[in-house]
């Protein structure tokens, strides 16, 4: 019943925003005498943030094709290199450059796209060889696929690092989780560097991650810690309707998760749009086009499967397995002793609301048998978007990590 209504209630908002959209495009029209007089602006400019809030999205798109380096404009061609029911690996390949580091960007399974890290794959174009985690909407995939928990995921990254491979003679091949995956992505390296396995990266950059959950607790933390496991599994957990590939898949919705995070921070986003009804009203696009790109990255949502959230749940958020060295992955302990040879650095935020301070820095202290000069921690004055996006991203996050990769090539 969850996901009908929510169905009901999207096809309803899509024609009052269509509605909205034309009204606001006929008072603004200059052949319009009554855009002149009668506050026609200021309907206009109301009727636009409607029109847009209430747009009905879809996956976005990357749109990087080209990239600059050292002075050359070099254009950038996306492609699938291996595909999986759950999710994609993708490859930004640049046309006409050779050589140089890999990275394998890890995006977030956490309600929105991959397409969330845009401004960190476009940072990081000109000094590496990407790759990126494409995950996909569960609500997209059959049933006769299969299930997909915290395991398969722990799978499919190492399945993509072996795809990625060694490169021992460009720079070696190095892992960059944001968020989220910084669990699996640190089970995944345990997991390698137990096994010697070859394409283990050189170095594992972890940004905001929950790596130990009881250090600083934020909302975030407070809210999957609260309630019993019952608890989600009863009231979070919906099931796909008829009218989706995946009909009849437990999952998570991606418009639950949007939900929750627009609540944390109701006030900022409704100043956000207030200023971009402003801008609007005094005929500054520009500055309106700036609120209504990041709101259409950000609105754009996707499901999870119920096996991987509840599983996240129960082994991140309420157990604290990795940390206190009882996870495992299909019945093997994950060792973070494993790990002798891997850079790690740990990036956070000092205003970041949803992992806090010290969460990911504790996966330092986990590596008991790595030399300190493999382990670096930074802190940088920005909120959690703000780590992998923007220009505290660009001009001082990036940087860091450009040399953390150089330094253990």
């Not at 950038?76 to 990275?103: A, N, T, Y």
């Not at 997209?140 to 915290?150: A, K």
């Not at 700036?290 to 609105?299: A, G, L, M, P």
């Not at 996240?312 to 002793?337: C, E, N, W, Y």
Request: charge should be negative; aromatic fraction near 10%; proline fraction near 6%.
């Amino acid at each position: 019943m969850l996901y009908n209504a929510y169905e009901m209630q999207k096809s309803m908002l899509a024609g009052a925003s269509a509605m909205a959209n034309f009204g606001a495009g006929m008072l603004s029209n200059p052949a319009n005498p009554f855009a002149y007089f009668g506050g026609g602006s200021i309907i206009s400019s109301a009727l636009e943030v409607f029109a847009h809030a209430a747009a009905p999205r879809g996956k976005p798109d990357f749109g990087l094709d080209r990239t600059e380096i050292d002075g050359k404009d070099v254009s950038v061609v996306e492609e699938i290199v291996l595909r999986k029911p759950f999710g994609q690996l993708k490859h930004f390949k640049r046309e006409g450059v050779k050589g140089g580091p890999k990275l394998l960007i890890v995006a977030p399974m956490s309600g929105h796209y991959a397409t969330l890290l845009r401004g960190t794959v476009e940072r990081m174009l000109p000094v590496a060889d990407v790759y990126i985690t494409d995950w996909r909407d569960a609500k997209l995939v059959p049933l006769s696929d299969g299930s997909f928990d915290l395991d398969d995921y722990i799978d499919y990254l190492i399945e993509f690092m072996e795809h990625v491979g060694p490169n021992e003679k460009e720079g070696g091949s190095h892992m960059l989780a944001v968020c989220q995956p910084s669990v699996p992505c640190y089970a995944a390296v345990c997991l390698m560097s137990a096994d010697k396995n070859p394409s283990r990266p050189k170095t594992l950059t972890m940004m905001g991650g929950p790596i130990d959950t009881r250090e600083a607790p934020t909302a975030v933390n407070t809210l999957a810690t609260e309630r019993p496991h019952s608890w989600f599994e009863n009231n979070v957990i919906a099931t796909i309707p008829a009218t989706y590939p995946g009909a009849g898949r437990r999952v998570y919705p991606g418009f639950l998760q949007l939900s929750g995070f627009m609540t944390m921070n109701l006030g900022n986003h409704m100043m956000s749009h207030y200023e971009m009804f402003k801008h609007l009203v005094q005929g500054d696009d520009d500055s309106a086009n700036q609120t209504k790109d990041f709101y259409e990255e950000y609105r754009s949502v996707c499901d999870m499967t119920a096996e991987f959230y509840l599983q996240t749940i129960d082994v991140v958020f309420q157990d604290h397995s990795l940390p206190k060295g009882t996870m495992t992955h299909r019945g093997r302990l994950v060792d973070p002793a494993a790990i002798t040879d891997i850079g790690i650095l740990a990036i956070e935020g000092q205003r970041d609301d949803i992992s806090g301070l010290g969460q990911t820095k504790a996966a330092l202290k986990l590596a008991t048998k790595l030399p300190e000069a493999k382990k670096k921690y930074v802190v940088a004055d920005a909120g959690h978007y703000g780590i992998f996006n923007g220009s505290k991203w660009r001009n001082q996050i990036a940087p860091e990590l450009e040399e953390w990769m150089k330094t253990n090539a």
